[in-house]
Each structure stands twice: as structure tokens, then as C-alpha cells.
């Protein structure tokens, strides 16, 4: 119990060294999850699948509910692991294994914003379905945190929403009951 220990914190510190370290972020789940923390694992993980899915140490990751979804993904996707591993945040989100990431209007939803709206950009220039899978997921994020979008000018809550369902109609289907209702929900 004691090298886990350590281990997260020598974890933690190099997160904050390294804050966009998708990897880090694998590890210091696998770390809670072998320490007996399912509950603070699983959020490591769904930071580290909001920053680069492709990034995590899949071949030893220790959730094995996760490893499971990643595996019926891959079927899903035609054997592309890196498709498999972009949509798996959305999934787990939609399956229950990650919960709502609460993001706070000083603590980062303008870069959640900035973040969506350059992906979006990115896309609008050249179609790529990595890129579309995290748009998904930054739009779930968004989606779960839009009381806090009425105070972030540049985002259309209707269009975030609009652009999930052309992305993945059965993923968003799934995704709407879900959502908090708001005055903006779209169906």
C-alpha cells in the first residue's frame, strides 16, 4: 500500500510538471485503481482520454470494465485503434463508467470552449474521425456544463448539439437522456 502511495504522489507532481500528459494520467489511475480507488481512478482516466486517448497505456491499464468497452470499440470501429480509443470517453461517458467532469467557469470552461472551437476549425478545414470522436466528447463536456455557457459568448449550445448528433446519431441518442435538462436541449 505504502509504493502506491508514493507512487501517486510522485504521480501527481509530475501532472503538474506535465499537466496535458495524457500518459501520467493512465498511470496515476492505474495507481488509485490499484490502491482500492475505483472512483478517483476512473476520473485519471477520463482526464487522460479528454486529452489523448490514444496516449493511455492500454496494454496495462488496470479497469478492466474499460479494457472490456475498448474492446467491443475496436469491433465497432473496424479494428482502428486509434477510432476505438477516440470514442471511448463518449462510450464510457454514455455507459456510466466515467461521470460528469464538472467544469468550473474560472476553472477551465473557457478552455474547454477554446478547446471544442479549435478542434471544430481543425475539422472544417479537413475531416478527420479522431478528431470528430474528441469534438463528441468536448461536447459532452460542454453539454453537462452549459448552465456556465451563458457567460462564454463564442459557443451555440443548440449547434454543440447539433454537431453531436450528425457526428454519432446513435451514440447521441443514447447520450440525451443523460443530460440535465436545460432550455437550450435539443432533440
Known amino acids: ?25 493512465g498511470y496515476l489511475g492505474d495507481a488509485y485503481w ?38 467491443e470499440l475496436l469491433l465497432l470501429y473496424d479494428f482502428d485503434p486509434e477510432l476505438a480509443s477516440g470514442w471511448l470517453p463518449s462510450h464510457a461517458r454514455v455507459n456510466g463508467l466515467f461521470e460528469r467532469k464538472t467544469v468550473r467557469i474560472h476553472e477551465g470552461l473557457k478552455e474547454q470552449v477554446d478547446e471544442y472551437l479549435a478542434l471544430r476549425k481543425s475539422l472544417e478545414k479537413k475531416t478527420d474521425p ?37 457526428a454519432n446519431p446513435e451514440l447521441f441518442a443514447d447520450f440525451l437522456p443523460i443530460l440535465p435538462a436545460s432550455p437550450a436541449r435539443f432533440h
Open 1 to 25: 500500500m505504502g509504493a502506491c502511495v508514493g507512487n501517486c504522489q510522485h504521480l501527481q507532481g509530475a501532472i503538474a510538471e506535465a499537466p496535458h500528459n495524457a500518459s501520467v494520467y
Open 34 to 71: 490499484l490502491r482500492g480507488n475505483s472512483k478517483t481512478a476512473r476520473q485519471c482516466y477520463r482526464e487522460g482520454c479528454s486529452i489523448d486517448p490514444s496516449a493511455i497505456d492500454w496494454q496495462h491499464l488496470k479497469d478492466d470494465e474499460l479494457i472490456a468497452l475498448r474492446q
Open 130 to 166: 479522431v478528431k470528430l470522436a474528441r469534438l463528441f466528447f468536448r461536447g459532452i463536456i460542454l453539454c453537462e456544463n452549459e448552465e456556465g455557457l451563458r457567460l462564454v459568448k463564442k459557443i451555440d449550445p443548440i449547434d454543440v448539439r447539433r454537431r453531436m448528433k450528425q
